[in-house]
């Protein structure tokens, strides 16, 4: 069992604050992924539970034990970082065996446990390879399976794709995923790719600037985004937002007017997803000149100006239109989000 319990976690270096009123419970094997922008404490959170930081204020707890003051090599965790950290004089095999050395498990054991970790990461035709001549998505492997040999509660990984080129992230980000539901390990999982967040995590922590934002699964976050912040972090592209007016139940700003809101009259952020927009076939709610089109393969993606805003609307693959030229795009009600124009908050 180790659930991981933080409890009004803080962490300040002078007046900086790097962390802030971090509460959460992570359940026993949950994948958690702390989502944010460079910079925002998502690493720092991490190295705490690590116990490579200490924390300004507040408890950290791993399974039944406070560990604020137990010793990272005592916490009972694996970690994984960008930089795979191999020793290049070792091969495979010994590398992915290290920990077992270092924790004194009996010799007898280690063979077995090198192989089912190496054939859990498909490294089997490596294991007498040294570091030097394996690729970047090799060497992240048997950074993998070196944590996975130790057998731990808990897993930590800190951006342990981003050293690897697009499709490699693909494939290992897909066998991340299969491992964890082998595994089922408690784990913590750090990236600033809302894309891994989303396809990896059962839940998500979204922070930003030391604070958490929002906590929930990847489809809470996407489809009920807590603030503005949170809507224009997640999605690929981000929630279109537009400031306008609410009066009566009719949104108006720069080209735009929506009917059927409900909230209260004032001032308004207005959001709403490219995906669940689509190309008016007679009247829309925005109408605007085209500013540029991008096919993607399977859509073709519209971005219109709409006022000062870039407004994207998914449409047809087959849909082509020229530059410039007016665009009618239905965006009904039912689609929108409303938020508070000063606090950016989630009002509906
Ligand atoms: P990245 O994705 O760039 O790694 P992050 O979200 O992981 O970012 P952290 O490494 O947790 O960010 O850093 C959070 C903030 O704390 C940053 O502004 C960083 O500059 C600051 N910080 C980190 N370590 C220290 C330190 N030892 N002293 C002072 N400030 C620090």
């Not at 054991?109 to 007498?128: C, G, I, N, P, T």
């Not at 992230?169 to 991340?176: E, F, G, H, K, L």
């Not at 989303?198 to 839940?203: G, I, K, N, V, Y």
């Given at each position: 069992?180790?659930?991981?319990?933080?409890?009004?976690?803080?962490?300040?270096?002078?007046?900086?604050?790097?962390?802030?009123?971090?509460?959460?419970?992570?359940?026993?094997?949950?994948?958690?992924?702390?989502?944010?922008?460079?910079?925002?404490?998502?690493?720092?959170?991490?190295?705490?539970?690590?116990?490579?930081?200490?924390?300004?204020?507040?408890?950290?707890?791993?399974?039944?034990?406070?560990?604020?003051?137990?010793?990272?090599?005592?916490?009972?965790?694996?970690?994984?970082?960008?930089s795979y950290?191999l020793?290049p004089?070792?091969n495979v095999?010994?590398n992915?065996?290290?920990?077992?050395?270092?924790?004194?498990?009996?010799?007898?054991?280690?063979?077995?446990?090198?192989?089912?970790?190496?054939?859990?990461v498909e490294l089997?035709d490596f294991l007498?390879r040294k570091p030097a001549a394996l690729s970047g998505g090799q060497r992240q492997r048997v950074a993998l399976a070196?944590?996975?040999?130790?057998?731990?509660?808990?897993?930590?990984?800190?951006?342990p794709l981003s050293n690897l080129d697009a499709k490699l992230r693909v494939s290992t980000?897909?066998q991340?995923?299969?491992?964890?539901?082998?595994?089922?390990?408690?784990?913590?999982?750090?990236?600033?790719?809302?894309?891994?967040?989303?396809?990896?995590?059962?839940?998500?922590?979204?922070?930003?600037?030391?604070?958490?934002?929002?906590?929930?699964?990847?489809?809470?976050?996407?489809?009920?985004?807590?603030?503005?912040?949170?809507?224009?972090?997640?999605?690929?592209?981000?929630?279109?937002?537009?400031?306008?007016?609410?009066?009566?139940?009719?949104?108006?700003?720069?080209?735009?007017?929506?009917?059927?809101?409900?909230?209260?009259?004032?001032?308004?952020?207005?959001?709403?997803?490219?995906?669940?927009?689509?190309?008016?076939?007679?009247?829309?709610?925005?109408?605007?000149?085209?500013?540029?089109?991008?096919?993607?393969?399977?859509?073709?993606?519209?971005?219109?100006?709409?006022?000062?805003?870039?407004?994207?609307?998914?449409?047809?693959?087959?849909?082509?239109?020229?530059?410039?030229?007016?665009?009618?795009?239905?965006?009904?009600?039912?689609?929108?989000?409303?938020?508070?124009?000063?606090?950016?908050?989630?009002?509906?």
């Amino acid at each position: 069992m180790a659930e991981i319990v933080l409890k009004n976690v803080n962490k300040r270096w002078g007046n900086f604050v790097g962390v802030k009123d971090f509460d959460l419970t992570i359940p026993d094997r949950e994948f958690l992924v702390l989502l944010g922008p460079s910079g925002c404490g998502k690493t720092t959170t991490m190295r705490m539970i690590a116990g490579l930081e200490d924390p300004t204020e507040g408890e950290i707890w791993i399974g039944d034990r406070m560990v604020n003051n137990v010793d990272p090599k005592d916490r009972d965790i694996s970690m994984v970082f960008q930089s795979y950290g191999l020793y290049p004089n070792m091969n495979v095999y010994e590398n992915i065996r290290f920990p077992l050395k270092v924790r004194k498990v009996p010799e007898a054991e280690h063979k077995e446990r090198v192989m089912r970790a190496s054939a859990m990461v498909e490294l089997d035709d490596f294991l007498h390879r040294k570091p030097a001549a394996l690729s970047g998505g090799q060497r992240q492997r048997v950074a993998l399976a070196r944590a996975i040999v130790r057998e731990p509660n808990v897993f930590l990984m800190d951006e342990p794709l981003s050293n690897l080129d697009a499709k490699l992230r693909v494939s290992t980000r897909a066998q991340i995923k299969n491992l964890s539901h082998e595994l089922k390990v408690t784990t913590i999982y750090v990236t600033h790719d809302q894309i891994e967040a989303m396809t990896l995590a059962d839940r998500v922590v979204v922070m930003e600037k030391g604070i958490v934002q929002q906590v929930g699964t990847p489809t809470d976050i996407y489809d009920n985004p807590a603030n503005t912040f949170v809507a224009s972090f997640i999605g690929n592209p981000a929630m279109n937002l537009m400031e306008g007016e609410l009066k009566d139940g009719v949104f108006t700003g720069k080209n735009v007017t929506i009917p059927g809101l409900t909230g209260s009259n004032g001032p308004v952020t207005l959001g709403f997803r490219a995906e669940d927009a689509s190309i008016a076939t007679s009247t829309g709610q925005i109408d605007a000149p085209v500013y540029s089109m991008e096919l993607l393969g399977d859509a073709t993606m519209v971005t219109v100006k709409a006022g000062g805003a870039l407004v994207a609307v998914k449409a047809d693959k087959e849909y082509r239109s020229e530059i410039g030229a007016p665009v009618s795009i239905a965006v009904p009600a039912e689609i929108c989000h409303l938020f508070d124009v000063a606090t950016g908050q989630r009002l509906t």
